[in-house]
């Protein structure tokens, strides 16, 4: 992500598909994620910054939006940014 990005990003984690990829949103964007009764197999688990969430009933729909407070995962000047993702990169 270059520096500025304001939307979210959304990992499936442990995809059973190469296909589930992030996914980089507009910072206005809502994501629904909806489990299909095929998809089943045991209680879900949503885990949201690296904390596990839990539900008193099953799921059937989450959605998820930007909150109001940005955060700052890393300091760095702009201009590093691409020079060290060139190095990294390239």
Do not use: C, N
Not at 15 to 36: G, I
């Amino acid at each position: 992500m270059a520096p500025g990005f304001e939307g979210m990003v959304v990992v499936p984690l442990a995809a059973h598909t190469t296909s589930a990829r992030a996914l980089l949103t507009d910072r206005q964007d809502v994501v629904e994620v909806e489990l299909l009764d095929s998809q089943r197999r045991g209680e879900p688990t949503l885990f949201v910054d690296g904390e596990l969430i839990t539900f008193p009933s099953a799921l059937r729909r989450v959605w998820v939006e930007k909150g109001p407070e940005d955060i700052i995962l890393l300091k760095e000047h702009p201009q590093a940014f691409y020079q060290r993702s060139a190095e990294a990169f390239f």
